[in-house]
């Protein structure tokens, strides 16, 4: 049973990011650079978070300080590898076989999101993901028996979030918009801070999928999607399948 919830629960953690790897960047090459700067610039961050707090040793018992200043340091590493890839860009291009479109800011922004939602992934459950493949019996104690679930449920949450909140992130940043930047920063330290909540419930993650679900309408939009576009991409799907 502990092997099945293993790759169960890794499935359900990191299945959604690694079908976007490999649907939408596993063929470029440009893509995949920009990914693995993604990944690096979110270790940047949590070495920085670890630096200060092993510096600030009175309040290492304290959770809520390293939550706190580990999203504030991601944010401002998002910042950083905006304005290196905005610097970088015309020297990428010369990685790709495409031609430039009026897309590219979105695809950079998108694919290095992604790059920073894996590498949290990737720390946020992989120790859990080491417990469940056991011995012991998870709620045994009184404890919920839902925990490797909801930890998993919350890892693919914060991936798909990284990725939409780097598209609305860069774009902010591009039109100075700074409510938007804003919002990133504001839904990231709200939904880090919901994880404070031991055990995780229902209750934790019905709002945290709530917010993934604005976050990625208003990512959607801003990259200049319409409703018309997702019915016309449904509507070719379904005549794709009826015609097979």
């Known amino acids: 049973m502990t092997v099945k919830e293993f790759f169960g629960c890794t499935f359900i953690a990191y299945g959604p990011a690694f079908a976007l790897f490999i649907f939408t960047i596993a063929r470029e090459p440009l893509r995949i650079i920009i990914l693995i700067a993604g990944c690096f610039f979110w270790l940047l961050s949590l070495l920085?978070?670890?630096?200060?707090?092993?510096?600030?040793?009175?309040?290492?018992?304290?959770?809520?300080?390293?939550?706190?200043?580990?999203?504030l340091f991601q944010e401002i590493f998002r910042f950083f590898i905006y304005k290196l890839l905005r610097k970088a860009d015309e020297g990428l291009q010369t990685f790709s076989d495409e031609p430039p479109t009026a897309s590219d800011k979105h695809t950079i922004a998108y694919v290095a999101g992604l790059g920073f939602g894996l590498m949290s992934g990737a720390f946020s459950l992989v120790n859990v993901l080491a417990m469940a493949t056991g011995p012991g019996t998870v709620g045994i104690n009184g404890d919920t028996p839902y925990f490797f679930l909801t930890s998993a449920l919350m890892t693919s949450c914060f991936i798909l979030l990284h990725t939409f909140w780097n598209v609305i992130f860069f774009w902010g940043c591009d039109k100075r918009n700074f409510p938007a930047v804003g919002f990133v920063v504001g839904f990231h330290m709200l939904i880090s801070c919901l994880t404070l909540i031991r055990p995780?419930?229902?209750?934790?993650?019905?709002?945290?999928?709530?917010?993934?679900?604005?976050?990625?309408?208003?990512?959607y939009k801003l990259?200049?999607?319409?409703?018309?576009?997702?019915?016309?991409?449904?509507t070719c799907k379904r005549a794709g399948y009826a015609s097979n």
Not at 52 to 61: A, G, Q, R, S, T
Not at 200 to 217: E, F, S
């Open 223 to 234: 990259v200049g999607g319409s409703v018309n576009n997702l019915m016309a991409f449904l």
């Open 200 to 219: 995780l419930q229902p209750a934790t993650i019905i709002p945290a999928y709530c917010i993934l679900l604005v976050t990625m309408a208003i990512a």
């Open 48 to 71: 920085f978070s670890s630096v200060l707090w092993n510096i600030v040793w009175p309040l290492k018992d304290q959770l809520a300080f390293g939550v706190v200043f580990s999203v």
